[in-house]
């Protein structure tokens, strides 16, 4: 890491991430704080009531950070953007990978279809199959950013550690594939408020989804394939796993299942899954001497446009406990398997 330590450069960083734009809901309870305090001056017999107004604020804020798709935290991309819809776009968004096992039929089967998906990635798995990784940029897919290990205490972290554990990702993900993540993830999807000011200071977008299949916990096929397709339209971030993924009755991964009736679906709907970059034209930055000292930082990370419980499961890929070990996942992550057959795991 090549950030300083030096007072002047954290001040600096400070200031950047205080300049990011604050969402409704901070500025709504910065107003109730100030009104909770003005009571109590005038009215000191009401300091009860004036208390009670400031837990109920935080208890909204703590519940906005378990709601996946909210923008009261700070923006959030759910679905594509407007002309991204128009030219009949679809934002397939495959997550918790990769896996040796699953990933490679993944590829296969959106080859066939001539697909193009986002990857979100853990770190940790990319960084013990680079390979494979490549593999999936090697053949016109994203990959991006879903946190170094995935923890399911993510959302629980402090605003240092956060963004610790985001830029050691994107440092991972840029010496593998060669391009910097332009897009993050958070396990699970849940976050709290410190979140958005790291995303924004090292120019991050988060990603949530229009639809999710719940693939990691059900194992009908069917009934992924209906909660995907419900509604589905021009537009759409739909989520799926090929990391920590449900057995189907056959034996198979669910996504396995799933993704060849989904591909089909979008032909007879004419419409094309793109990679979000692609939807959102985003350039893709190259890993430079430049960009290799300050991963992500604010000033090599310029936007060229425009505006996911205790899962975790993280260890299915993981042979033994020192694997575990070094690669910094639970020390009790279930031995390798295709799929999970338990429900353990929450998308
Ligand atoms: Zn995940």
């Not at 410190?194 to 990603?207: K, N």
């Not at 909660?227 to 057995?247: F, K, V, Y």
């Not at 020192?322 to 279930?334: C, I, T, V, Y």
Request: hydrophobic share 45%; proline share 7%; aromatic share 4%.
């Amino acid at each position: 890491m090549a950030a300083s330590s030096s007072p002047s450069d954290v001040l600096g960083r400070a200031l950047a991430e205080a300049r990011w734009p604050l969402p409704r809901l901070f500025k709504m309870s910065g107003a109730w704080h100030l009104g909770a305090g003005a009571t109590v001056i005038a009215a000191p017999a009401q300091w009860e009531w004036a208390l009670g107004a400031v837990v109920l604020n935080h208890a909204l804020i703590g519940a906005t950070g378990l709601w996946p798709r909210s923008t009261w935290l700070g923006a959030n991309l759910r679905r594509l953007p407007e002309d991204s819809a128009a030219r009949g776009e679809v934002g397939l968004t495959i997550d918790d990978g990769p896996d040796l096992a699953v990933t490679p039929a993944v590829l296969d089967l959106l080859d066939a279809a001539g697909a193009r998906a986002t990857f979100f990635c853990i770190a940790a798995r990319a960084e013990r199959h680079p390979d494979l990784c490549r593999e999936i940029v090697r053949r016109g897919h994203s990959v991006q950013n879903h946190s170094h290990r995935h923890s399911h205490t993510f959302s629980l972290l402090g605003r240092a550690a956060l963004r610790r554990e985001i830029e050691a990702a994107q440092r991972i993900f840029a010496d593998v594939t060669g391009e910097v993540p332009r897009f993050f993830r958070a396990p699970a999807g849940l976050r709290n408020p410190f979140l958005a000011p790291v995303l924004h200071h090292l120019g991050l977008r988060l990603v949530s989804w229009t639809r999710r299949g719940f693939d990691t916990q059900r194992s009908a096929p069917a009934g992924v394939l209906a909660r995907l397709t419900h509604n589905l339209r021009a537009g759409d971030i739909l989520l799926l796993h090929d990391g920590n993924a449900a057995c189907a009755p056959s034996g198979r991964p669910v996504v396995l299942e799933v993704l060849p009736a989904l591909l089909e679906r979008f032909e007879r709907e004419t419409l094309r899954a793109v990679t979000l970059s692609e939807a959102l034209h985003s350039t893709v930055l190259p890993r430079t001497s430049e960009t290799s000292g300050v991963i992500g930082a604010h000033e090599v990370m310029v936007a060229p446009e425009g505006v996911d419980a205790s899962e975790v499961g993280d260890g299915s890929e993981v042979a033994n406990a020192s694997d575990a070990s070094a690669a910094n996942l639970p020390a009790d992550a279930p031995p390798h398997a295709p799929c999970s057959t338990g429900n353990r795991v929450r998308a």
